[in-house]
């Protein structure tokens, strides 16, 4: 199962999701690193990498699915 990444450098918060959240969008658009955006991880130690290395302030789990 992939996770995702959704880093929002703009109030410096990053959350990391499970596939098929809810929250994930159908589409998401490209990520940009400056405005961040929704990454994509084949794992989900990959993907807690990337969340600790976001380098955002405030790291959160989703709370509806529950990474
Ligand atoms: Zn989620």
């Not at 499970?18 to 969008?25: N, T």
């Not at 990337?50 to 699915?65: D, I, M, N, V, Y």
Request: aromatic share 12%.
């Amino acid at each position: 199962m992939s996770h995702w990444v959704h880093i929002k450098h703009s109030i410096d918060q990053a959350t990391l999701h499970r596939d098929r959240c809810l929250e994930v969008p159908f589409n998401p658009t490209t990520p940009d690193y400056w405005g961040g955006g929704w990454f994509e991880y084949s794992n989900k130690e990959a993907a807690q990498e990337a969340l600790e290395q976001s380098g955002a302030t405030r790291q959160f789990k989703c709370p509806l699915c529950k990474p």
